[in-house]
């Protein structure tokens, strides 16, 4: 097999492992068709879920069982990145068409509003979009965010150049298993990120400035991971309680960058969903 029909043996293999009665969404928009993993009720108020660079939407299996229970839940494969989304008409090049692209998604899925939930890199999107379309966003969960609040860390940019510059499964393997090193980091998405290193070397994702989170008006929860390679948890918090004096954040000790969000999802899910369960108690 090649190495993008591994990927998508992988894909389909995580994909299995979301609850019964998820279902499959294709939206096209004037930058292509997005694939969308949807669960729970179709009536619910919904949460976006924005993955991090190369973890594809089937990532957030072990959360979906919880966070359906009271949202519907839609995840997204981030257009541009590995994934079933397909890149097509206008060309995402900027945090402009980022933002143009989200918007158009959500109007096909025809979304007025939700709540938006980001780990990594799609943390940097989730809150540049709370802060581009704050009339659609009820609450903004971020896990782990990188380019927030802080730069990464000089040594973890070191780590990441040989899967950056010259990407292979096992350099991206070898990589992974270091950043997730102690933790409980599920190993069928470790050999699926492995493989979008290989498979989609050409990917480029949109990166941009740094948002001014203290522009932001919506609820906010930041979980930080205590031993996260890619910045100081510490340093991040103290940003962002500064940033914004009302957001909640909690930094989980156990956890590292990459093994969020499969490793200790019971803990996740608990914040996550005692955060979003506020909204409905108002």
Same mark, same amino acid.
């Given at each position: 097999? !090649?190495?993008?029909?591994?990927?998508?043996?992988?894909?389909? $293999?995580?994909?299995?492992?979301?609850? @019964?009665?998820?279902? %499959?969404?294709?939206?096209?928009?004037?930058?292509?068709?997005?694939?969308?993993?949807?669960?729970?009720?179709?009536?619910?108020?919904? =949460?976006?879920?924005?993955?991090? /660079?190369?973890?594809?939407?089937?990532?957030?299996?072990?959360?979906?069982?919880?966070?359906?229970?009271?949202?519907? =839940?839609?995840?997204?494969?981030?257009?541009?990145?590995?994934?079933?989304?397909?890149? /097509?008409?206008?060309?995402?090049?900027?945090?402009?068409?980022?933002?143009?692209?989200? *918007?158009?998604?959500?109007?096909?899925? !025809? =979304? !007025?509003?939700?709540?938006?939930?980001?780990?990594?890199?799609?943390?940097?999107? @989730?809150?540049?979009?709370?802060? #581009?379309?704050?009339?659609?966003?009820?609450?903004?969960?971020?896990? *782990?965010?990188?380019?927030?609040?802080?730069?990464?860390?000089?040594?973890?940019?070191?780590?990441?150049?040989?899967?950056?510059?010259?990407?292979?499964?096992?350099?991206?393997?070898?990589?992974?298993?270091? %950043?997730?090193?102690?933790?409980?980091?599920?190993?069928?998405?470790?050999?699926?990120?492995?493989?979008?290193?290989?498979?989609? !070397?050409?990917?480029?994702?949109?990166?941009?400035?740094?948002?001014?989170?203290?522009?932001?008006?919506?609820?906010?929860?930041?979980?930080?991971?205590?031993?996260?390679?890619? #910045? *100081?948890?510490?340093?991040?918090?103290?940003?962002?309680?500064?940033?914004?004096?009302?957001?909640?954040? %909690?930094?989980? $000790? %156990?956890?590292?960058?990459?093994?969020?969000?499969? $490793?200790?999802?019971?803990?996740?899910?608990?914040?996550?969903? *005692?955060?979003? $369960?506020?909204?409905?108690?108002?």
């Amino acid at each position: 097999m !090649s190495s993008s029909q591994d990927f998508f043996t992988a894909y389909d $293999a995580l994909l299995a492992r979301w609850p @019964a009665g998820t279902t %499959e969404i294709d939206v096209p928009t004037p930058y292509g068709t997005t694939r969308v993993h949807a669960y729970g009720p179709a009536d619910a108020t919904p =949460v976006l879920l924005l993955h991090g /660079g190369g973890s594809t939407g089937a990532v957030w299996f072990a959360n979906a069982p919880a966070l359906g229970t009271q949202h519907r =839940v839609l995840a997204v494969d981030i257009l541009g990145d590995a994934g079933r989304s397909v890149p /097509g008409g206008r060309p995402l090049r900027t945090t402009t068409d980022l933002m143009a692209w989200l *918007d158009a998604l959500l109007d096909g899925l !025809s =979304v !007025s509003r939700t709540h938006v939930l980001g780990h990594s890199y799609g943390g940097w999107i @989730a809150l540049t979009y709370a802060l #581009h379309a704050a009339q659609r966003v009820d609450r903004l969960v971020l896990l *782990d965010p990188t380019q927030c609040f802080a730069n990464y860390r000089l040594g973890f940019l070191l780590r990441s150049l040989p899967i950056l510059l010259r990407p292979t499964e096992a350099r991206a393997r070898a990589f992974l298993d270091r %950043e997730t090193a102690g933790t409980d980091t599920d190993p069928d998405w470790k050999q699926l990120y492995a493989l979008a290193a290989s498979g989609f !070397s050409n990917r480029k994702l949109v990166v941009g400035r740094r948002p001014d989170p203290a522009a932001l008006s919506v609820p906010l929860l930041v979980l930080l991971a205590g031993r996260s390679g890619v #910045h *100081d948890a510490a340093h991040v918090a103290a940003r962002a309680r500064k940033a914004v004096p009302g957001a909640r954040i %909690e930094i989980l $000790a %156990e956890l590292t960058h990459f093994a969020m969000p499969t $490793a200790e999802p019971a803990q996740t899910n608990h914040w996550i969903t *005692d955060f979003l $369960a506020d909204d409905q108690e108002k």
